[in-house]
């Protein structure tokens, strides 16, 4: 990857998203030797400005960011890099230097609690407990909870008809795990008939 350092005193700012849900958790700026660690470590190191030297973002608070992916921009002057946080991101303590986490992109994080539930040995859990009755019990759900938010779509209560949104969604989560898939796969379809809808 050939970036252009020259712009900038030989820094290139680097916007870092969470791999997740896609929020965008902060802004630095990194020079060639800042991204040559980050990229030998798998962690996302910084060059300080104020500090005037390389930093390791979460190297006192452990809260560090392991990279999943590095992506130049079309000017090659500028990276995005997805990260896992391994905790909250701005030194305020908030997941976002750009304030509070956001519900856009929670599915995938649901995804990945249900998940882990479902590997988990906890027996006091719903979806575990769900998840080993099969696949007929889990999609028996998923009908019952349409149902139900089709009887609560004919009512005029918006709070209600939110909540039987939410159990559909999560149900329908725990479904795609029960047949080895996941929401991406199921945007992917989407995001092929909107390709083939957009062709003349």
Known sequence: MQLDFNKDNGLIPVVIQ?????????????????????????????????????????ET????????????????????????????????????????????????????????????????SYTRTLYRQGINKIAQKVGEEAVELVIEAIDDNPDLFKEEAADLLYHLLLLLQAKGLSLTDIEAVLQARAVKEAKP
């Open 18 to 58: 969470d791999n997740t849900t896609r929020q965008v958790l902060m802004l630095g700026y990194m020079n060639r030797d800042a991204l040559e660690k980050t990229r030998q470590e798998g962690r996302v190191t910084f060059y300080s400005r104020s500090k005037n030297r390389l930093w390791t973002k979460g």
């Open 61 to 124: 608070s452990g809260h560090y960011l392991q990279v999943e992916d590095i992506k130049a921009d079309c000017d090659r002057d500028t990276l995005l890099i997805s990260v896992t946080p391994a905790g909250p991101v701005c030194h305020t303590g908030a997941a976002s230097c750009f304030g509070a986490e956001t519900a856009q992109g929670f599915l995938y994080r649901l995804e990945q609690t249900l998940a882990g539930r479902i590997k988990a040995g906890d027996k006091n």
